[in-house]
């Protein structure tokens, strides 16, 4: 028996036309594309607030932005409730950062970073900072009227590329979260009437803050990372420009003593006055915020940024599988060495 | 395959099916719960491969004098009940890994994109399937083949893009595991291509030589498998460990200057994936279904085999442990059949080749 096709097909197309009406969809109207998200806690609540975009004919970027707030027992019911108030749907796939308050982050940060690291919009490379109130920074608008969500993306992007401070991202956190020899840090700012401040970076172990790394120790950070490109260093009262650093580290076992090797390479440029002793002086001043990088970290506060731990994982397997917690049971030396090169 | 409705195809197709079918486990589910490191997981891949290119040998030495019989005609000619009893199970193994795959994919599609009802999502996608299905396996092999292009450009385009990314400090020491726990990795990747039995039905339709392709079939997968791993491993490192949709992760903070959110592409690449694999699996569950049938009638076979697998889907969809759970016993299963079926109808055969002699 040959089924007739053409009535099976026009039945299958209605079947699909009809089913399309019943997947549940989220009209563009109802959404709230937010910008810039904050999360504070406070008295056992969750408030989270959204700068969320609100097309108007006005041509101010702050009038262009609404801000919504929500509380709840966790962030799920805080969203809800932003949700509830406001009759929209928050869509977070377009969020440039998610802000922390310093009293959240010291409270339940674990919990912060889960939420979005299993919320499917959030995306996994979103900007991450702390703030005193996270509330305020969302609301901040500079004398230009700039939001919350350009100045502070801009400012982390090219504090970030100079070196002067850490622009981390959900997943990188994650990853040193998840690597039992590293800890994690995220960048701190603040704000002011119509300023926003860096203040160096909080660095977390075991998820709770531990110490505050400063802008010049930052710096330091970022020299041993390989991160700092196009900074401007004052060294004898001389503007000296560093274009490109490299650094390579290396780990040695000896007589079961830990010594790491950082040897960082600088091209740098001054307009005039180059000479072998400002050369000498700027990489006196590097090693000085390498080191001083090192000391906070690691060895007053045993917080590993550096992954010097995975590095030793991975060259020295054997050595590390006796030594569990290789940081407070070994001597560890860290030398920094500084080879600079100006035109 | 079995004579009544056979379509020949040539090894470049049957290769493509069998990649690209191998590849969307891959990319869904990339080296997770995985007990060993990312090294080591790579290493596994790789004894996972000597183990496929192992297991093949008795049905490849099967084939040998009958390149034109399945597995199920082999045994058909050991006798009736042994070949029913043959087509019988692997038709509802081939139905019941065409439902897990459509449930896995439906969950994917609407908890990540739409965050909706999955059932008439999966409704549809069953719909494409069936109809993917009644084109035939010449019409899958052709498509497979511009899959498989996309797949490689896709794989090697994100590998590329990370290029200025890669920590290979992510990569610890192979030697950190046990070898022995690499070597059972091995064997759990080697039975996690449930392509490899596959092949025992597929084999007769393919024109060719059929060793060399499935030769070619393994080493690309392995090639796929491996880029997507090592792209995974040098961006990520530890946090692979937490994440469900690994390699979709991965693309979501992939991009240079104004190539980014590139997820999109991938997800039609991945939909491109899932529906070659379900649709292979649909056709062999609709072939041997078939043999059972004097006169088979496709429409109506397909019918029947594509409302079982859409309620096996929706339970599977309801109760994702179920799926979970038959993992591993489907796996020891296949591995066993793979090996131990042509064992039996080649001892079989040459008895009663000796006896009538």
């Not at chain 1, 690291?117 to 996270?134: C, E, F, G, W, Y």
């Not at chain 1, 260093?233 to 000296?240: H, M």
């Not at chain 1, 950082?262 to 700027?282: C, K, M, P, R, W």
């Not at chain 2, 994100?158 to 192979?174: A, C, I």
């Amino acid at each position: 028996m040959k089924l007739n096709q053409k009535p099976i097909g026009f039945i299958l197309l209605l079947i699909i036309t009809l089913l399309s009406t019943n997947i549940r969809s989220t009209q563009l109207s109802d959404r709230a594309i937010v910008e810039a998200l904050g999360v504070d806690y406070s008295n056992s609540l969750y408030t989270v607030t959204a700068q969320v975009y609100n097309p108007t004919s006005s041509e101010t970027a702050k009038s262009q932005t609404k801000i919504l707030t929500g509380s709840g027992e966790n962030i799920k019911k805080a969203i809800d409730d932003i949700n509830r108030k406001n009759s929209k749907t928050l869509y977070l796939s377009h969020n440039s950062f998610i802000a922390i308050g310093l009293e959240c982050a010291s409270f339940s940060l674990e919990d912060v970073l889960n939420f979005f690291q299993n919320d499917s919009q959030t995306r996994p490379d979103i900007l991450m900072v702390l703030t005193d109130k996270a509330e305020n920074l969302i609301k901040f608008t500079n004398d230009e009227n700039t939001t919350a969500a350009k100045s502070v993306a801009e400012i982390l992007k090219n504090n970030a590329q100079k070196g002067t401070l850490c622009d981390m991202r959900l997943y990188e956190i994650l990853r040193h979260k998840e690597t039992p020899t590293s800890d994690y840090m995220i960048p701190v700012i603040t704000n002011a009437d119509t300023t926003i401040n860096t203040q160096g970076v909080l660095v977390f172990k075991q998820n709770s803050p531990a110490v505050l790394i400063d802008e010049d120790e930052t710096i330091g950070y970022n020299f041993i990372k390989s991160n700092v490109k196009d900074l401007i260093l004052s060294v004898d009262d001389q503007a000296v420009e560093i274009k490109n650093s490299h650094s390579r580290v290396e780990a040695k076992i000896i007589n079961d003593e830990i010594e790491f090797n950082v040897n960082i390479e600088i091209d740098a440029a001054v307009n005039e006055g180059n000479s072998q002793e400002l050369t000498e002086l700027l990489e006196k001043e590097v090693k000085e915020k390498s080191q001083s990088a090192v000391q906070t970290a690691l060895f007053e506060n045993g917080c590993d940024i550096f992954e010097f731990g995975k590095l030793l994982r991975t060259t020295h397997p054997s050595f590390l599988k006796r030594y569990k917690n290789w940081s407070n049971d070994q001597k560890i030396t860290v030398f920094v060495s500084v080879e600079c090169h100006i035109e | 395959m079995q004579s009544n409705s056979r379509v020949m195809i040539g090894t470049m197709e049957a290769v493509s099916i069998l990649t690209v079918s191998r590849v969307f486990t891959a990319v869904t589910f990339p080296a997770q719960n995985s007990s060993i490191n990312i090294t080591s997981s790579m290493i596994a891949f790789v004894f996972g491969f000597v183990i496929d290119l192992i297991i093949i040998l008795p049905f490849l030495w099967l084939i040998k004098k009958h390149s034109t019989h399945s597995i199920v005609e082999f045994a058909y000619e050991i006798n009736d009940i042994f070949g029913k009893s043959i087509s019988l199970i692997f038709a509802f193994v081939f139905t019941l890994l065409c439902a897990m795959n459509l449930s896995s994919f439906t969950r994917f599609v609407s908890k990540e994109f739409l965050n909706t009802n999955a059932f008439p999502i999966l409704f549809l996608i069953t719909l494409a399937v069936v109809y993917c299905a009644f084109m035939g396996i010449e019409a899958l092999g052709r498509f497979s083949n511009i899959v498989l292009l996309i797949l490689i450009l896709s794989v090697f385009t994100v590998f590329f893009l990370f290029l200025n990314d890669y920590k290979l400090n992510n990569f610890y020491s192979p030697l950190e595991d046990n070898i022995l726990s690499t070597v059972s990795e091995g064997f759990f990747k080697a039975s996690n291509t449930f392509e490899v039995a596959s092949v025992l039905f597929l084999a007769p339709v393919v024109k060719g030589r059929k060793k060399r392709g499935f030769v070619y079939f393994l080493l690309i997968s392995l090639l796929l498998i491996e880029t997507i791993i090592f792209s995974i491993g040098a961006v990520f490192g530890d946090y692979a460990n937490i994440t469900t949709y690994t390699y979709y992760n991965l693309i979501q903070v992939s991009g240079i200057s104004s190539l980014r959110r590139i997820d999109s592409v991938y997800v039609a690449v991945w939909v491109l994936l899932g529906f070659v694999k379900s649709g292979y699996y649909l056709i062999l569950a609709e072939n041997l279904f078939s043999s059972f049938f004097k006169k088979p009638n496709k429409t109506h076979t397909l019918t029947i085999v594509g409302t079982i697998t859409f309620l096996i889907a929706g339970a599977l969809l309801l109760k994702p442990e179920i799926s979970m759970s038959l993992h591993l016993p489907l796996k020891i299963f296949l591995i066993l059949c793979i090996v131990v079926i042509p064992i039996i109808i080649l001892i079989l055969l040459k008895r009663r080749k000796r006896l009538e002699t």
